[in-house]
């Protein structure tokens, strides 16, 4: 199971019981919806034996009346479907990547268009990951200065 689906099976778990369903109901909720996800299935989910796509998350969620990120559990990761591929963002990293481009921007007197602002902050997401990977702290200046070297 990919690391940040970890809290999806208890999840899955939560959200039915709060919405008093079985599994029996969700499977059959599914079906009048048009997706063969049988009782078996949910439970295999809600045990982490199985996997699910993008696509079957945004479909629980439709049951179950939650969002993708409800699903997920984890404050720091948001699931973003880009052309119905999961995309997972640590939330905290872009809010750090965002600042510290906004901040360079500001203090050197750079220009740029907003959707170009927008690059240099995915840019500088992406460095950020890079770093929280190698040394697992990211540091707003050291994020900053492998920013500004990749200008």
Same mark, same amino acid.
């Given at each position: 199971? &990919?690391? $940040?689906?970890? @809290?999806?099976?208890?999840?899955?778990?939560?959200?039915? !019981?709060?919405?008093?369903?079985?599994?029996?109901?969700? =499977? !059959?909720?599914? #079906?009048?919806?048009?997706?063969?996800?049988?009782?078996?299935?949910?439970?295999?989910?809600?045990?982490? $034996?199985?996997?699910? /796509?993008? &696509?079957?998350?945004?479909?629980?969620?439709?049951?179950? /009346?939650?969002?993708? @990120?409800?699903?997920?559990?984890? /404050? @720091?990761?948001?699931?973003? +479907?880009? @052309?119905?591929?999961? +995309?997972?963002?640590?939330?905290?990293?872009?809010?750090?990547?965002?600042? *510290? +481009?906004?901040?360079?921007?500001?203090?050197?007197?750079?220009?740029?268009?907003? $959707?170009?602002?927008?690059?240099? *902050?995915?840019? =500088?997401?992406?460095?950020?990951?890079?770093?929280?990977?190698?040394?697992? #702290? *990211?540091?707003? +200046?050291?994020? =900053?200065?492998?920013?500004? !070297?990749?200008?």
């Amino acid at each position: 199971m &990919h690391k $940040e689906y970890k @809290n999806l099976p208890n999840n899955i778990r939560r959200f039915r !019981k709060k919405r008093g369903m079985t599994l029996e109901t969700l =499977a !059959k909720l599914a #079906d009048s919806e048009g997706y063969g996800i049988t009782k078996d299935t949910l439970s295999k989910l809600e045990r982490g $034996e199985r996997t699910l /796509s993008s &696509h079957y998350i945004q479909l629980l969620c439709k049951l179950l /009346s939650c969002t993708p @990120n409800d699903l997920l559990g984890d /404050s @720091n990761i948001e699931l973003v +479907v880009v @052309n119905t591929d999961p +995309v997972f963002i640590d939330e905290t990293i872009y809010a750090l990547a965002k600042e *510290v +481009v906004l901040e360079v921007v500001r203090d050197q007197g750079l220009s740029f268009s907003e $959707e170009t602002l927008l690059d240099q *902050v995915v840019r =500088a997401y992406r460095i950020g990951m890079e770093i929280k990977q190698e040394s697992g #702290d *990211v540091r707003p +200046v050291t994020l =900053a200065t492998r920013w500004l !070297k990749e200008l």
